[in-house]
C-alpha cells in the first residue's frame, strides 16, 4: 500500500503561482511512476504531469507544459508541482497518484493505470 496526502493548495490571482506537494509513505515508490491530475465541478478528471520516480522523466498536458514543473525530493519521499502563470481555467481539485513505471509513457497519462490516490487539494485562480 501506498499513502498520498497533497498540501499546497489555496486561493491564487490569475498570473500568480502555487507549489503542491504530495507526500507518499508506505512502499517504497522508486519504482512507481507519479502523476498529478486535476478535476474541475462538471468535468472530468485530467491528466496534468507525471514523473518516473527511477529516471526523473517528466511529461506534461499541452495546457500546463511551460507554465508548471514537475519535480520529485528523493530524502522527503515527495513529489512537487510547481505551477505558475495561473490562470482561471486551472482552477480544479487536485489530485496526485502513484502506479505502475509503465514503459510507453502514453498510459502514464490514464488515470486509469494509477493505482494510488490521494485526497485531493483545491486550487482556485481568480480572474
Known amino acids: 500500500q501506498v499513502q498520498l496526502v497533497e498540501s499546497g493548495g489555496g486561493l491564487v490571482q490569475a498570473g500568480g503561482s502555487l507549489t503542491l506537494s504530495c507526500a507518499a509513505s508506505?512502499?517504497?515508490?522508486?519504482?512507481?511512476?507519479m502523476g498529478w491530475f486535476r478535476q474541475a465541478p462538471r468535468k472530468e478528471r485530467e491528466f496534468v504531469a507525471a514523473?518516473?520516480?527511477?529516471?526523473?522523466?517528466?511529461y506534461y498536458a499541452d495546457s500546463v507544459k511551460d507554465r508548471f514543473s514537475i519535480s520529485r525530493d528523493n530524502a522527503k519521499n515527495t513529489v512537487i508541482l510547481q505551477m505558475n502563470s495561473l490562470k482561471p481555467e486551472d482552477t480544479a481539485l487536485y489530485y496526485c497518484?502513484?502506479?505502475?513505471?509503465?514503459?510507453?509513457?502514453?498510459?502514464?497519462?490514464?488515470?486509469?493505470?494509477?493505482?494510488?490516490w490521494g485526497q485531493g487539494t483545491q486550487v482556485t485562480v481568480s480572474s
Open positions: 497518484a502513484a502506479g505502475p513505471n509503465y514503459s510507453n509513457s502514453y498510459y502514464l497519462q490514464s488515470s486509469q493505470r494509477y493505482a494510488y
Open positions: 514523473i518516473r520516480w527511477s529516471t526523473s522523466s517528466t
Open positions: 508506505g512502499r517504497t515508490i522508486s519504482s512507481y511512476a
